[in-house]
């Protein structure tokens, strides 16, 4: 069979189901037109189907050709009159994640590495139980009553070094056995072992009869080693199998499909690496959600000095429990509320900050009609991000040094005008240096890395051409900066030759149109004590950048960001900073910001 | 422009006053069923039971035996006096160690009494207490299917309102509405002996005060039009905010359901666990002059249609969050302002100019499409 030339792509989220017709197009493929629905998969309607079906249908009603027959198949192969399509790829978070209780030896070792394997699966960790916890947790009373209260439905036992610990091993693995012995069958968790590989054996003995037992590799293969990835393709192999497949009406889909189903997070995960390693870039990609936030590193300079990633390490992407919809309120109970308010220039009263958050998670597929609105959920947007990043640190790519910013997720990417969402990434992500900004306006960025699994030459061709709207470039420097005083100078020379020069001071936004499509050198000269993404102070830099949306973006408040610590001036910096990215030449395009069915780059021939 | 809007399926929150609805409660594969196809339950009646010693909250005592024997290996075998399934009382012998020495006898004795469940891995396990579960119906009707060890289909008849945010688990009680406008507020005053057990309506905000002191009287629930946050995720008794959280009033068309159907007997379902699976929190009023053989059955409400024309809908968010209206025209429009110039939507035409306000003011507005849900 050859090649597909028209794919289906269904992204069935928690709350919203887009569908993106790609076809070819003067013989390469491009992103054609899209449709979006409500997910179905809740009451009253409890089935995924539907939501797809009117997304499809919209699709159908812009292309003018039919997709589905009149019982609401899918059409495949494409027929020769036109109808129908070549394949389907369907990628989904619906599901709720896994809740998963982590069971180690000690806290140090193995638990922190196990919790970093959970970090890029689509789990919920619900628990962490460890032997050394302290004498209570010598009792198995202790453990039978904390298993019960968490009530995991997976747990996941690791610990020990191959060849090392085996009798603290063992009797966790006796522990969480006696834990599903006392359960009824369908309540028993499964258990995921991670541990000393050479225990292995006795963990099949152990749990034989009494309940599910997958195994991995040992996550601490030895004290100096982490091997996370075999335990994360583990639970989104469970995800993929157990927990999507339970989404009603799935089943169905996958038939469309004829695959299975792949995770939201894994396809974005793998969309975000391919960029790094084809065009040789560090690039981040952040998919903001509204049950998940997904974070994904590409690291693509070989000879950049960072830290390569290997294929052993899963720390590449990672899933938070946050989003801006239907998690809010696991978001608020990590983030202090203060921390969220403290990027709004208008500070509302605390309760009506909560209440209004805490409604956006009731309905988390409203958007906002008001100004205070749109910038509350942004502030929440930019904590969620730090709150990751705090967490995950940047393994990868040290200091914010990106070379590629990706922006994926409602949120955002309908966000009304540009600046926005520049805003919420230079505050959130704090970058360094010179970064080029894109936004999957297309709404297909989280399918591609799944599209690439089956068809990878049509997966580089949308990247390409259709999923990204390229922002601009940031240019941002660290060090403590003295607002009013000089930060940076920088003459930009444009590919026709015409030259300007700028001194900006520290503590400002500034906004240097630069056309989409078009480029320019840059000369940047920092201040004394500043860096400008060389990793030295006070040294120069040169960069070739392009234009976009909003131009390039200068950020001279400085890394790590600190906010003016006066009330009036704190308030009065963000609107200005706001005002800036505002005034720049950024409104979305009215096709891409459409939440009903766009059309695409081209038509197909 | 091609009318696409005929593709725009609206989030709903169903508020009918006679709808006949098939609730699914979904039971544990181990658990016993209780009734039959054509049977008529209760709310409160029992549908299915996991037997003692099946659920999962089960008291269970773990008595490390080995450890106590300091046996080698842990195993048992050689020292337990009593078996699986063996009552025992609170300091019974469960095992001895001896030798050859009167000093190496050594019991181990029961610390508390039960029914030995377990001995494994040197572990005997002691069940203190056990009662059976049992899974209630939570509405009243007739249940038209029985699938053993999977799930049981209530159907009901009557009439049904959905909210936005609910918790605390079932209530049972007459619907009590506390005064007969829309945009009244409930004040503590009003919460008095005369509203015990009843399940209280209030249009405005459920505060913590009010909420309180619903407590103190015995309510057994309540339904409000919005939730103080600092009730969120907190509430001491089932409740149901038909809006959200904040300062927002109970739409009206929500509030005059209810408030039609004060007096009657009312069931308000907010559970947190698994069996509810998926349906928001509800307030049913069975219909009891009404029966699924009857004819003249209302249709079933179908909500898996595209928004039309006439369509009843609820804003839900600023400026209009909790506005009620009707759709007047399925023509999209493009937001006018700033913030929502990218937005598609639908020209809606609101009761009034405010969610509780009588007085008809006729207003049409844009909203985009995704800040509107039907409400029946």
Known sequence: MGRPGSLLVADIGSTMTTVALIDRVAGQH??????????????????????????????????????????GSLLRPRQAAGDGVDGCVVVSSAATPIRVALVGLTRDVSLPRARQALAAAPTREVGCLALDDGMLWRDPNTWL?????????????????????????LDLMSLIALHNRLLPPEARPVVCYAGNAHLAPAAAQAFAGIGELRTAANVSPSLAVANCRPLTALL?????????????????????????????????????????????????????????????????????????RTDNDSASVTCADMGVGLS??????????????????????????????????????????????????????????????AHQGSAGVPGGHWDLIIGAGRSLTRAPHAGYAAMVWLDALEPVG??????????????????????????????????????????????????????L????????????????????????????????????????????????????????????????????????????????????????????????????????????????????? | ?????????????????????????????????LVQVDERVSATQPIARLAAGRGTDRQLHVVDVAGALELPGRDLSPVMLKRRGDAVQAGEMLAVRSGRLPFLYRPCRAPVGGRIVAMTHGWVVIETANAALDILAMVAGQVVEVTAGRSIAIQYVGALLEGAYGAGGLA??????????????????????????????????????????AVTVGVAGIVAGSLSVDLAGAAPLPVIATEGYGRLQMAVDRFNLLRGLSGREATLVAPADDTWRGRPATVFVADAAHSADEDGIPAQQRFDRPARAGDRVCAVRAPFAGWPGQVSNTRPVAGQTPITGGLQGLQVRFDSNAPTDPEPGAQVQWVPWLNLERIG
Request: aromatic letters at 4%; one cysteine or more; proline letters at 7%.
């Open chain 1, 30 to 71: 491009r992103f054609v037109a899209r449709g979006e629905a409500i997910s179905t998969h809740v009451a009253p309607w409890s089935d995924v189907l539907l939501g797809v079906l009117l997304g499809v249908r919209t699709i159908e009603r812009v292309v003018g050709r039919a997709l589905v027959d009149g019982r």
């Open chain 1, 145 to 169: 009553r904390a298993l019960r209260e968490i009530q995991p439905e997976v747990v996941v036992i690791v610990g020990g070094t191959d060849g090392g610990a085996t009798q603290p091993v």
């Open chain 1, 236 to 308: 989104d192999t469970l995800y993929r199998d157990r927990w999507l497949m339970r989404v009603p009406g799935m089943p169905r889909l996958v038939e469309w499909a004829a695959a299975p189903v792949a995770v939201a997070a894994r396809s974005f995960g793998q969309l975000i690496r391919y960029v790094g390693e084809r065009y040789r870039l560090n690039v981040i990609g952040i998919d903001m959600g509204s049950a998940r936030t997904v974070r994904a590193e590409g690291v693509g300079k070989a000879d950049s000095g960072h830290h390569r």
């Open chain 1, 328 to 389: 809010v309120s696991q978001a608020l109970a990590r983030i202090p509320l203060e921390r969220v308010t403290r990027w709004l220039p208008d500070e509302p009263a605390p309760d009506i900050a909560r209440a209004t958050l805490l409604n956006k998670g009731l309905h988390p597929q409203s958007v906002s009609q008001t100004q205070a609105d749109l910038l509350l959920e942004l502030a929440l947007a930019r904590e969620i991000i730090r709150e990751m990043n």
């Open chain 1, 434 to 487: 010179v970064s080029k900004l894109a936004l999957d306006v297309s709404g297909v960025a989280g399918a591609l890395g799944a599209v690439a699994a089956s068809d990878p030459l049509a997966a580089v061709e949308v990247v390409e051409q259709d999923a990204f709207l390229t922002l601009g470039t940031l240019v941002s420097v660290a060090g403590p900066v003295t607002p009013g005083r000089p930060a």
């Open chain 1, 489 to 605: 100078r920088l003459s930009l020379r444009t590919a026709d030759g015409r030259v300007s020069e700028d001194e900006i001071a520290g503590g400002v936004v500034r906004v240097i149109p630069l056309a989409p499509g078009q480029t320019a050198y840059l000369d940047l000269h920092p201040a004394r004590g500043l860096d400008v993404g060389v990793g030295q102070p006070g040294v120069s830099a040169t960069a070739d950048v392009e234009g976009g949306r909003l131009g390039i973006v200068v950020d001279t408040r400085g890394r790590p960001l600190v906010l003016p610590a006066a009330e009036a001036g704190h308030r009065r910096a963000l609107e200005g900073w706001l005002e800036t990215l505002l005034g720049g030449r950024g409104p979305m395009p009215a096709e891409t910001m459409a939440d009903h069915a766009t059309a695409g780059a081209a038509c197909p021939t």
């Open chain 2, 1 to 33: 422009m091609p009318d696409l809007a005929a593709e725009w399926l609206l989030p709903v929150r169903r508020c009918v006053s006679h709808i006949e609805d098939v609730v699914v409660r979904h039971i544990p594969p181990s658990a016993e069923v």
């Open chain 2, 172 to 213: 049972v009680g007459t619907l009590y509405c506390s005064d007969g406008t829309a945009n009244a507020a409930l004040s503590p005053e009003h919460i008095t002996e005369a509203v015990h057990a009843t399940i209280l309506v209030t249009p405005g905000c459920a505060t913590r005060e009010i909420v309180e002191c």
